[in-house]
């Protein structure tokens, strides 16, 4: 320690001049270099943080990309500060369809274009002074590291999880490539935003779906405490439910009538059976092309089939879109519940590729199907409806007496001109209900209301509007026939045209009179009433078409009268069908028809089959190739060079043929993190010791983009290498955090296409990277979204001024043991400040402590919780605090500095070398919050007077209410309310306020 009383002159903040030669320190000393190692005391244990690795694109880097890299960069210093080995690595996701796009554009070798796109992030990454173990750097398309994906690949086929599929699949024709389900984007491709086709074509698929239980289960798990196994935003996981899309439901076979073929249908909703009235299948159903020849409009349905060859997954799933379709003429499907016969529709709202591709159509229970029968005019048949029971009241049910049943209309009538509904009031018994009535032989539903209100109204000129929502099961006690019934009740609604009435019989004049009343008041009237609360509600609600709960059934043969969500499986086993469990989630198609990507290890022999190539002759790495264009056709540039396909068979030696498909960019980026921690092992994927040290990673930072499918890819492909013996964690990642996008200034996402992009070595040429780094981290919470400013970025600039000044304000230790500052830093320390007596600079010595320790505890809990704008304005406080003072012990503005390095670097690390110390301030010892320091020797008293805030004082720790009270009469604001007024009463609550109560 140099022990001068002030530091030596140093030069006015030149952020150009500091950071390089920091960086160039920091890179020969390999003070961020990570190793495997024990660490004695509290904190020794090992940190990894992670950054989702870049993919270098020949932009570059706009500034709203280093915002997750910044914050991985502060976690990983303090951790590192704070005694723990830290592995904080970074590399580069290379491979993909961009880069082979912009070789092909250039005539350039996608390698070349890479190498050069790498160097350019490397170099701008370094000049932001991020603290990266670059000796760890790994890159997708190097041979070394892509020999290890192909290795986990042939694991998987090994074990059945790869497997060649010529089903349709998504095709972009720009990119001329497959694409995954998780590629498509509303019928769009994620990456290009073509509208995606569906195209047969042979491609390798990894079931995906054989972990869907564990990927959606570990969501929810715990490490064994109550600990939840991933710490990760609750948004997140959802998504990752919705995705994965789990659901229980019968699977039901309906047999084409004179045919042994067979629809299967999958429901989640086996209770609805007996309501099915028509079958829809998609139009690229194969059974569609296979019944054609029987089918009577022929023509019809192939127009149909072309149109819809042109729409769009989004198009044709838009609930808002007019529902089309066109019956298959001449052909039936039997239902296996009931044996009826009903007729089969192809629509484009169903979809070849989800479920079975085939809908059992219950349009009394489905929105969708609801909207397409009234298009078409189907049958709409209910068989399940909500129960209303009466157990209050003189309509109370009896139970265990005999039951009426009946089917009963209840008519909503609205007036003609006005919004008000008729009700009945009833004489005898009070009641104010709706019309009601049973049906008669013969009659609909329709014709039944409308004699009811004829007859118990007399209004004559009625028109019916529709049905409220479907039937609902009433049961209750009918005193006025002494009768217990259970009623089958449909609400109908209609309008009258006038207010033209025939007279009705004077039996109806005794039980009841008609009122008119506005639906405001409805639910009041009928609020202890059972089927015309329900009816208000659908109305009020806009639910007058299909009844999606469940309920009780009815129209069900033998499971009538039962509760539909315990019937569900009886119904299934009854109609021959099976329970299973279905998934959104679709096996992970594997395949690019692409150069520029991991070629996958497998030969086609003519006699063998397929066959794995031997894990010893790995990696099998890409051919130097004069053209990267894809032929369109299905096969990758690779399939044309013949010196590089032919190969012989690895088991029988005879002719075999490379595969010419390449794996997607997703491939390299599912493991990567596991590379990270034994880069440069040519015998294993990753060292069991090691691997074992360093997982799993304590903190994923990145893009929430990727909420689904990287995170669910990764998840998987680490639950596989779990299941080998590879890793030794359920999870790979602990704790995700996403970062919220920065913004253009005109508010848009950062685009070339926009002209807003803000390039940050601009920034860092004009400002400093500590002054990017600090501004980035306090414009707003790190997970939000928020607009770029470079007007704005001069504060951060001056906050770092005003702390390289500080600098001046420290002084050496000498002296006194018995200052607080002293005590904090480990070592006797007070201020030598010319005249200053012993009491005044204890004083000072002991403000700038306090200022120091509360900054301690709020900046360590908020890097911790991802706070960094919080953390920062805790530093700015403490910095206004330190300017007011007329010197700074050194132990305190050390501390400062310290606090300040994970933020700002550069800076810190040239104040901490300019007060003598020689070992790097990013290795030094992090600080210690002390308890006893953060308690406040004064805090604000509130004054109120009768109830009202009229001012504040501060006032001492453990100051009496007497004390208080007479504070609180002096202060200036107070005694311009109480001068000459009677204080009634003064209440006092210690430590925060004093009301008086005057008259």
């Given at each position: 320690?140099?022990?001068?009383?002030?530091?030596?002159?140093?030069?006015?903040?030149?952020?150009?001049?500091?950071?390089?030669?920091?960086?160039?320190?920091?890179?020969?000393?390999?003070?961020?270099?990570?190793?495997?190692?024990?660490?004695?005391?509290?904190?020794?244990?090992?940190?990894?943080?992670?950054?989702?690795?870049?993919?270098?694109?020949?932009?570059?880097?706009?500034?709203?990309?280093?915002?997750?890299?910044?914050?991985?960069?502060?976690?990983?210093?303090?951790?590192?500060?704070?005694?723990?080995?830290?592995?904080?690595?970074?590399?580069?996701?290379?491979?993909?369809?961009?880069?082979?796009?912009?070789?092909?554009?250039?005539?350039?070798?996608?390698?070349?274009?890479?190498?050069?796109?790498?160097?350019?992030?490397?170099?701008?990454?370094?000049?932001?002074?991020?603290?990266?173990?670059?000796s760890r750097e790994v890159n997708t398309t190097d041979p070394a590291y892509y020999k290890w994906t192909q290795w986990a690949f042939l694991q998987m086929y090994k074990k059945g999880l790869a497997y060649e599929s010529n089903e349709p699949v998504n095709w972009c024709p720009k990119d001329k490539t497959v694409l995954a389900n998780e590629d498509v984007e509303n019928g769009l491709c994620e990456r290009c935003g073509t509208p995606v086709e569906k195209k047969p074509m042979r491609q390798w698929v990894l079931k995906i779906t054989d972990y869907a239980d564990r990927l959606l289960a570990d969501l929810d798990a715990t490490d064994g405490s109550s600990k939840p196994l991933l710490d990760w935003p609750e948004s997140i996981k959802e998504a990752q439910r919705n995705w994965i899309g789990r659901s229980e439901g019968a699977e039901i076979d309906f047999k084409i009538k004179d045919s042994d073929k067979v629809i299967k249908v999958f429901t989640t909703r086996p209770d609805t059976l007996f309501g099915v009235t028509y079958l829809v299948l998609?139009?690229?159903?194969?059974?569609?092309?296979?019944?054609?020849?029987?089918?009577?409009?022929?023509?019809?349905?192939?127009?149909?089939?072309?149109?819809?060859?042109?729409?769009?997954?989004?198009?044709?799933?838009?609930?808002?879109?007019?529902?089309?379709?066109?019956?298959?003429?001449?052909?039936?499907?039997?239902?296996?519940?009931?044996?009826?016969?009903?007729?089969?529709?192809?629509?484009?709202?169903?979809?070849?590729?989800?479920?079975?591709?085939?809908?059992?159509?219950?349009?009394?229970?489905?929105?969708?199907?609801?909207?397409?029968?009234?298009?078409?005019?189907?049958?709409?048949?209910?068989?399940?409806?909500?129960?209303?029971?009466?157990?209050?009241?003189?309509?109370?049910?009896?139970?265990?007496?005999?039951?009426?049943?009946?089917?009963?209309?209840?008519?909503?009538?609205?007036?003609?001109?006005?919004?008000?509904?008729?009700?009945?009031?009833?004489?005898?018994?009070?009641?104010?209900?709706?019309?009601?009535?049973?049906?008669?032989?013969?009659?609909?539903?329709?014709?039944?209301?409308?004699?009811?209100?004829?007859?118990?109204?007399?209004?004559?000129?009625?028109?019916?509007?529709?049905?409220?929502?479907?039937?609902?099961?009433?049961?209750?006690?009918?005193?006025?026939?002494?009768?217990?019934?259970?009623?089958?009740?449909?609400?109908?609604?209609?309008?009258?045209?006038?207010?033209?009435?025939?007279?009705?019989?004077?039996?109806?004049?005794?039980?009841?009179?008609?009122?008119?009343?506005?639906?405001?008041?409805?639910?009041?009237?009928?609020?202890?009433?059972?089927?015309?609360?329900?009816?208000?509600?659908?109305i009020d609600n806009h639910q007058m078409g299909a009844y999606t709960d469940s309920g009780v059934l009815i129209h069900s043969g033998e499971f009538d009268d039962k509760a539909s969500s315990i019937a569900m499986k009886d119904i299934t086993a009854f109609a021959g069908g099976r329970w299973v469990t279905r998934y959104k989630l679709r096996d992970w198609v594997f395949s690019r028809q692409r150069y520029w990507g991991e070629p996958i290890p497998l030969v086609h022999c003519e006699k063998c089959g397929v066959v794995p190539v031997p894990e010893k002759e790995l990696p099998v790495k890409l051919p130097k190739v004069n053209s990267y264009e894809p032929t369109g056709t299905g096969e990758s540039p690779l399939a044309a060079i013949s010196k590089w396909v032919n190969v012989k068979c690895p088991k029988c030696g005879g002719k075999g043929r490379r595969e010419t498909n390449t794996m997607p960019q997703w491939a390299g980026s599912c493991w990567y993190y596991l590379r990270y921690e034994d880069p440069k092992n040519k015998k294993a994927l990753?060292?069991?010791?090691?691997?074992?040290?360093?997982?799993?990673?304590?903190?994923?930072?990145?893009?929430?983009?990727?909420?689904?499918?990287?995170?669910?890819?990764?998840?998987?492909?680490?639950?596989?290498?779990?299941?080998?013996?590879?890793?030794?964690?359920?999870?790979?990642?602990?704790?995700?955090?996403?970062?919220?996008?920065?913004?253009?200034?005109?508010?848009?996402?950062?685009?070339?296409?926009?002209?807003?992009?803000?390039?940050?070595?601009?920034?860092?040429?004009?400002?400093?990277?500590?002054?990017?780094?600090?501004?980035?981290?306090?414009?707003?919470?790190?997970?939000?979204?928020?607009?770029?400013?470079?007007?704005?970025?001069?504060?951060?600039?001056?906050?770092?001024?005003?702390?390289?000044?500080?600098?001046?304000?420290?002084?050496?230790?000498?002296?006194?043991?018995?200052?607080?500052?002293?005590?904090?830093?480990?070592?006797?320390?007070?201020?030598?400040?010319?005249?200053?007596?012993?009491?005044?600079?204890?004083?000072?010595?002991?403000?700038?402590?306090?200022?120091?320790?509360?900054?301690?505890?709020?900046?360590?809990?908020?890097?911790?919780?991802?706070?960094?704008?919080?953390?920062?304005?805790?530093?700015?406080?403490?910095?206004?605090?330190?300017?007011?003072?007329?010197?700074?012990?050194?132990?305190?503005?050390?501390?400062?500095?310290?606090?300040?390095?994970?933020?700002?670097?550069?800076?810190?690390?040239?104040?901490?070398?300019?007060?003598?110390?020689?070992?790097?301030?990013?290795?030094?010892?992090?600080?210690?919050?002390?308890?006893?320091?953060?308690?406040?020797?004064?805090?604000?008293?509130?004054?109120?007077?009768?109830?009202?805030?009229?001012?504040?004082?501060?006032?001492?720790?453990?100051?009496?209410?007497?004390?208080?009270?007479?504070?609180?009469?002096?202060?200036?604001?107070?005694?311009?309310?109480?001068?000459?007024?009677?204080?009634?009463?003064?209440?006092?609550?210690?430590?925060?306020?004093?009301?008086?109560?005057?008259?």
């Amino acid at each position: 320690m140099n022990r001068q009383s002030r530091p030596q002159k140093i030069a006015s903040y030149d952020p150009s001049k500091i950071e390089k030669k920091w960086q160039k320190k920091w890179a020969s000393s390999k003070v961020y270099k990570s190793q495997e190692r024990k660490v004695q005391g509290a904190n020794g244990s090992k940190y990894y943080v992670l950054d989702m690795f870049p993919y270098p694109s020949g932009e570059g880097l706009h500034v709203g990309h280093p915002k997750g890299y910044i914050a991985t960069d502060i976690v990983s210093r303090m951790h590192r500060m704070q005694g723990k080995n830290v592995l904080h690595p970074m590399g580069f996701d290379a491979f993909g369809l961009p880069a082979e796009n912009y070789a092909i554009k250039m005539k350039m070798d996608p390698a070349v274009a890479m190498k050069k796109n790498v160097a350019r992030f490397k170099k701008q990454l370094e000049i932001i002074g991020l603290d990266y173990d670059w000796s760890r750097e790994v890159n997708t398309t190097d041979p070394a590291y892509y020999k290890w994906t192909q290795w986990a690949f042939l694991q998987m086929y090994k074990k059945g999880l790869a497997y060649e599929s010529n089903e349709p699949v998504n095709w972009c024709p720009k990119d001329k490539t497959v694409l995954a389900n998780e590629d498509v984007e509303n019928g769009l491709c994620e990456r290009c935003g073509t509208p995606v086709e569906k195209k047969p074509m042979r491609q390798w698929v990894l079931k995906i779906t054989d972990y869907a239980d564990r990927l959606l289960a570990d969501l929810d798990a715990t490490d064994g405490s109550s600990k939840p196994l991933l710490d990760w935003p609750e948004s997140i996981k959802e998504a990752q439910r919705n995705w994965i899309g789990r659901s229980e439901g019968a699977e039901i076979d309906f047999k084409i009538k004179d045919s042994d073929k067979v629809i299967k249908v999958f429901t989640t909703r086996p209770d609805t059976l007996f309501g099915v009235t028509y079958l829809v299948l998609a139009p690229e159903h194969p059974w569609v092309k296979e019944l054609l020849p029987r089918v009577s409009n022929k023509a019809e349905v192939e127009v149909y089939i072309s149109k819809t060859q042109h729409e769009t997954e989004i198009e044709r799933t838009d609930a808002k879109r007019d529902k089309t379709g066109v019956e298959l003429k001449g052909v039936k499907a039997v239902n296996p519940a009931n044996g009826e016969e009903v007729p089969v529709w192809i629509a484009d709202y169903v979809l070849a590729d989800y479920g079975t591709g085939a809908v059992m159509a219950v349009p009394a229970h489905d929105e969708r199907d609801w909207e397409f029968a009234k298009k078409f005019g189907l049958p709409i048949r209910h068989v399940v409806v909500p129960e209303r029971k009466a157990t209050t009241t003189d309509i109370a049910f009896h139970d265990g007496e005999s039951v009426i049943k009946r089917n009963v209309i209840r008519a909503v009538v609205k007036h003609w001109s006005e919004d008000k509904y008729l009700v009945l009031n009833w004489n005898e018994h009070g009641w104010k209900t709706f019309i009601s009535g049973g049906i008669e032989d013969g009659e609909s539903f329709v014709e039944a209301a409308v004699r009811e209100i004829r007859e118990e109204t007399g209004y004559k000129n009625i028109s019916f509007i529709g049905e409220i929502g479907g039937p609902i099961r009433a049961l209750f006690y009918a005193p006025h026939k002494d009768q217990n019934r259970i009623d089958i009740q449909q609400g109908l609604l209609f309008k009258l045209k006038d207010g033209e009435q025939i007279e009705v019989s004077e039996d109806e004049h005794k039980k009841h009179t008609a009122e008119w009343l506005p639906f405001s008041k409805a639910s009041e009237i009928f609020n202890a009433t059972l089927v015309d609360q329900v009816l208000l509600a659908r109305i009020d609600n806009h639910q007058m078409g299909a009844y999606t709960d469940s309920g009780v059934l009815i129209h069900s043969g033998e499971f009538d009268d039962k509760a539909s969500s315990i019937a569900m499986k009886d119904i299934t086993a009854f109609a021959g069908g099976r329970w299973v469990t279905r998934y959104k989630l679709r096996d992970w198609v594997f395949s690019r028809q692409r150069y520029w990507g991991e070629p996958i290890p497998l030969v086609h022999c003519e006699k063998c089959g397929v066959v794995p190539v031997p894990e010893k002759e790995l990696p099998v790495k890409l051919p130097k190739v004069n053209s990267y264009e894809p032929t369109g056709t299905g096969e990758s540039p690779l399939a044309a060079i013949s010196k590089w396909v032919n190969v012989k068979c690895p088991k029988c030696g005879g002719k075999g043929r490379r595969e010419t498909n390449t794996m997607p960019q997703w491939a390299g980026s599912c493991w990567y993190y596991l590379r990270y921690e034994d880069p440069k092992n040519k015998k294993a994927l990753v060292d069991p010791k090691k691997e074992k040290y360093w997982s799993p990673v304590d903190l994923y930072v990145g893009g929430a983009e990727h909420a689904t499918r990287h995170l669910i890819y990764a998840r998987f492909w680490h639950k596989f290498l779990k299941d080998i013996g590879v890793v030794s964690t359920i999870e790979p990642f602990t704790k995700l955090q996403s970062v919220g996008l920065i913004m253009g200034e005109d508010g848009r996402k950062m685009s070339k296409r926009f002209g807003n992009v803000v390039n940050p070595d601009d920034i860092v040429a004009r400002f400093g990277a500590d002054t990017l780094r600090v501004y980035e981290m306090f414009m707003g919470p790190f997970d939000q979204s928020i607009a770029w400013s470079t007007d704005s970025i001069v504060g951060a600039r001056r906050f770092i001024e005003r702390v390289w000044k500080l600098v001046y304000k420290a002084v050496s230790e000498y002296g006194s043991e018995g200052t607080r500052a002293g005590r904090e830093g480990g070592r006797a320390q007070a201020l030598d400040q010319q005249g200053q007596t012993a009491g005044s600079r204890e004083a000072i010595s002991d403000t700038a402590s306090r200022t120091i320790n509360k900054a301690i505890k709020k900046v360590t809990d908020d890097i911790d919780g991802l706070r960094f704008n919080t953390a920062i304005s805790a530093l700015m406080i403490a910095a206004n605090e330190l300017e007011k003072l007329e010197a700074v012990d050194r132990a305190s503005f050390e501390t400062y500095l310290k606090l300040l390095a994970p933020f700002a670097p550069h800076v810190a690390e040239e104040l901490w070398a300019a007060l003598g110390n020689k070992k790097s301030i990013h290795i030094s010892p992090w600080p210690q919050y002390d308890p006893t320091l953060a308690v406040e020797e004064e805090r604000r008293i509130i004054i109120q007077i009768n109830g009202k805030v009229r001012g504040s004082f501060m006032a001492k720790n453990g100051a009496t209410d007497a004390e208080l009270g007479s504070a609180a009469k002096q202060a200036p604001e107070a005694r311009k309310w109480l001068d000459g007024k009677d204080i009634k009463k003064m209440i006092v609550v210690p430590g925060r306020l004093v009301n008086f109560v005057i008259g």
